[in-house]
């Protein structure tokens, strides 16, 4: 009802050409593809988009709250928006996504950001149209950030970033409570999506082209709790692979304590499922595990990684760190590093502890201080890059499919991604976005493979 109101109000007030919108996501990639489920949204509203907030009618930034970091940066980009509004007093300016899922931000942004003219959480993206209707009409303050729990599309349409590559929701929320993080407060607790939705989804992107999908949760690996059919992660993947079509499959992230053999013999023997298992460790230390509630020791972990490679010996691993969670000791930051040295990853996501308010870690005095923190990231991250650059050389000579993104930093070359979620480099132009080539790998830089076009 609310989706045909804002489109009659807007043919009026815009009778010559549609008005624009600016969607801009911060974070993970399912606030990119709760940001596109959000255009798609305001597309059927009858908006069409711009990437320049200067250009827009409507500005709606989706944010992410996992660091300060990422909070800062928003705060910084929202107080810019003062000038535009001055400038276009009938631009409307949105934030949304899992920063306002927090009380104290909402009041923050109320009293201080003025310009901001609505406010919606995580869960209630169903809720634009109304929203939106109330704020082009009524001009007041619009805030809902309650947790209304669907886990249906919340439009018909999609407005896709990529047109080869898609992320597909699989779960929402997160029953974990890492002792660090802000996302179960802000995404609330675990839900599955029906598998028949899920399937339908992918048999549709795949029909229109979609090369590689992506399937999301914070926890892949505890899909299906809670559903009535008789369904688990592996099982879902074995249904995905049974889809007919030339695409490949990956999903991001699985949780260690929930990581077993079934999963790896699922990813070995579903010939579309990558052979990479993004696998975040946070630390190497036994102690530190713990005092983050993550569920399993370091011998745990190594015995995945053990096992997925005593059936392929050069299985993939990337992986999430954290360095300096409160009271680490240097020992216990040493025990990172053996254990990167052991797994030997092919990448390695890294941050430096950030407190985050209403978690269980940010009431632990700590006792590490900042410049401390920021060396062992120096080290570890000096210690990965040889780690890769042996683990790349060891790829030379190998053949490899490769889903070519577009051009790479060096002129004549373009960059795309192995099955292994590794970069690699070949020569070609633009064209050749959004095409599988065969290559076999010559040579590595620090960062990427470099290959030959071999088909
Ligand atoms: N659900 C995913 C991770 C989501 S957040 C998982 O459990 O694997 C992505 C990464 O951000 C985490 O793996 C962790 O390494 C990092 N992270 C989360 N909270 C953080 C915090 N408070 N400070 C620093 N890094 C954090
Ligand atoms: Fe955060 Fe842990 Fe849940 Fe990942 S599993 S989202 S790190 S609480
Ligand atoms: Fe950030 Fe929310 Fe994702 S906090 S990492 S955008 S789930």
Same mark, same amino acid.
């Given at each position: ?27 993970? =990639?399912?606030?990119?593809? &709760? ?16 990437? $320049? ?12 709250? @996992? ?12 107080? *810019? ?33 003025? =310009?901001?003219?609505?406010?919606? +959480? ?24 309650? *947790? ?8 018909? #349409?999609?407005?896709? &970033? ?6 597909? =929701? ?12 802000? @996302? ?39 899909? +299906? ?6 369904? $688990? ?24 304590? $929930? ?13 579309? @499922? ?11 230390? &036994? ?12 011998? =745990? ?9 005593? #059936?392929?010996? &050069? ?28 797994? #030997? ?82 020569? +070609? ?27």
């Amino acid at each position: 009802m609310y989706i045909e109101k804002v489109n009659t109000f807007l043919a009026q007030k815009y009778p010559e050409e549609p008005p624009k919108a600016c969607v801009r996501s911060f974070g993970c =990639q399912q606030n990119s593809n &709760d940001g596109e489920k959000i255009k798609g949204l305001l597309s059927v509203m009858g908006y069409s988009f711009t990437d $320049d907030t200067d250009n827009a009618d409507i500005v709606i930034f989706n944010t992410c709250a @996992v660091r300060e970091n990422a909070e800062l940066k928003i705060f910084g980009i929202v107080g *810019e928006m003062k000038h535009l509004k001055k400038r276009k007093p009938d631009v409307l300016i949105g934030i949304c996504g899992c920063m306002v899922q927090q009380e104290h931000i909402v009041e923050k942004i109320r009293r201080t950001y003025k =310009q901001v003219d609505f406010v919606f +959480g995580t869960f209630a993206m169903h809720k634009l149209p109304e929203i939106l209707y109330k704020a082009l009409t009524e001009r007041t303050f619009i805030v809902d950030t309650a *947790e209304y729990g669907i886990t249906e599309n919340i439009c018909e #349409k999609i407005v896709r &970033d990529c047109t080869y590559k898609a992320g597909v =929701q699989i779960m929402y929320g997160c029953n974990n409570f890492c002792t660090y993080c802000i @996302v179960p407060y802000v995404r609330g607790r675990e839900r599955s999506r029906k598998s028949d939705e899920i399937i339908a989804e992918i048999k549709g992107l795949v029909a229109d082209g979609v090369k590689e999908i992506m399937l999301l949760g914070q926890n892949v690996n505890s899909y +299906g709790r809670g559903l009535d059919e008789d369904i $688990d992660f592996s099982r879902l993947l074995r249904k995905i692979n049974g889809i007919d079509g030339d695409f490949r499959i990956r999903f991001m992230s699985s949780h260690p304590k $929930d990581a077993g053999r079934e999963l790896i013999d699922a990813i070995l023997e579903c010939e579309k @499922v990558c052979k990479h298992l993004h696998l975040p460790v946070q630390s190497g230390s &036994d102690r530190v595990l713990s005092a983050m509630n993550r569920g399993y020791t370091s011998a =745990q972990y190594r015995e995945i990684v053990d096992y997925a490679r005593s #059936k392929k010996t &050069d299985f993939s691993f990337s992986t999430d760190i954290i360095v300096g969670f409160p009271n680490e000791t240097r020992e216990e930051f040493e025990e990172t590093l053996e254990l990167l040295e052991y797994v #030997k990853f092919d990448s390695v996501f890294s941050f430096i502890y950030s407190k985050r308010n209403g978690t269980k870690a940010a009431l632990i005095e700590d006792g590490v201080d900042y410049p401390e923190k920021a060396e062992r990231m120096n080290i570890l991250l000096k210690k990965q890059r040889e780690i890769a650059v042996e683990r790349y050389s060891s790829f030379i000579g190998r053949e490899m499919l490769v889903l070519i993104d577009g051009p790479s930093a060096t002129e004549g070359k373009v960059t795309g991604k192995s099955d292994e979620f590794i970069i690699v480099e070949v020569d +070609g132009d633009s064209s050749l976005a959004g095409e599988y080539v065969k290559v076999r790998i010559i040579g590595a830089h620090n960062w990427a493979l470099i290959g030959n076009i071999i088909n």
